[in-house]
C-alpha cells in the first residue's frame, strides 16, 4: 500500500474549494461504452466479462493520476497503484464484497480473481478494507440503465471512486455495456474524466494488450 504525502498539490485551491463549500461533493456521470472486442477477449480465454471490466477500469484509473489522490490522516496522498473492489452474488439474493489485487498481468490477475469471486459466493459478507487505494465496482445485469445514482459517502473526503455497469445490449452492429460513475469533485474534474474515458476505451478495444508478452519476466517461455 505504497503512497506518497503530497506538500504541493496542483489542485490545492480546488481542493478546498469544494472541501469547505459542499458537504456532498460527489457527481456523477452515465455513459455507454462499446465492449465487442472485450467479450470476444473474454470468450477466447475463458473469462468473467464482469471482473474483465473491473481489471480494464481500474488499470485505466491508475494510468490517470487525479484518480490515485487520498486524503489520509489529513493529508493529500498519491498512491503509486489502485486495485478493485467489487459486489458479487450471495446465497439468499444477497452480495458480498469482494477484494482483488491488480496486477499488470491479465491472466494472473483473472486466475486470482476467479478464486476469490468463487469463495466470496459462499456467504454473504460485508467485510470492509481498511485500504484506501481501492475503487468499488457493482453490476446490474438485469438493468440497461440509463442513468445511475450511487449511495453517496458521508464523510466529504472520501475519494475511492463508484462504478456500475449495467445489462449488455446490441445497437447499431455493437454491444454496448451502460457505466455509471460517482466521483469526488475535491479531485476529479471533467478533464480528468475526459483522460479516463480515453484510456477505457484503449483497454476495452486492445484487451490483448495486457497479456504477458514471450519477454515478459514471469512468462512461461
Known amino acids: ?11 490545492q485551491e480546488h481542493f478546498d474549494f469544494f472541501r469547505s463549500q459542499y458537504t456532498s461533493p460527489f457527481y456523477g ?5 462499446e465492449i465487442g472486442r472485450l467479450r470476444e477477449f473474454c470468450a477466447e480465454n475463458g473469462y468473467s466479462s464482469y471482473l474483465a471490466l473491473c481489471y480494464y477500469f481500474t488499470r485505466a484509473m491508475a494510468e490517470v493520476e487525479d484518480f490515485r489522490y487520498r486524503v489520509r490522516d489529513e493529508s493529500i496522498v498519491l498512491y503509486d497503484e489502485l486495485h478493485p473492489g467489487a459486489t458479487v452474488r450471495a446465497p439468499g439474493g444477497l452480495f458480498s464484497f469482494l477484494y482483488l489485487r491488480y496486477q499488470a498481468d491479465v491472466t494472473g490477475f483473472m486466475r486470482d480473481a476467479e478464486a476469490r469471486k468463487k469463495a466470496a459466493e459462499e456467504t454473504a459478507s460485508l467485510t470492509e478494507s481498511d485500504r484506501q487505494n481501492y475503487i468499488f465496482f457493482t453490476a446490474v445485469p438485469g438493468v440497461q440503465f440509463t442513468s445511475f445514482e450511487h449511495v453517496r459517502p ?8 463508484r462504478v456500475a455497469f449495467g445489462r449488455f445490449f446490441d445497437e447499431g452492429g455493437q454491444t454496448s ?7 469526488n469533485h475535491i479531485f476529479i474534474d471533467g478533464s480528468a474524466l475526459g483522460h479516463l474515458a480515453e484510456r477505457v476505451e484503449h483497454w476495452l478495444n486492445h484487451p490483448d494488450e495486457a497479456l504477458p508478452r514471450a519477454s515478459d519476466p514471469g512468462s512461461d517461455s
Open 1 to 11: 500500500m505504497s503512497y506518497h504525502v503530497i506538500d504541493d498539490y496542483y489542485r
Open 177 to 183: 455495456v451502460p457505466v455509471g460513475i460517482l466521483i
Open 154 to 161: 458521508a464523510s466529504p473526503v472520501v475519494a475511492e471512486p
Open 29 to 33: 456521470l452515465t455513459w455507454n461504452l
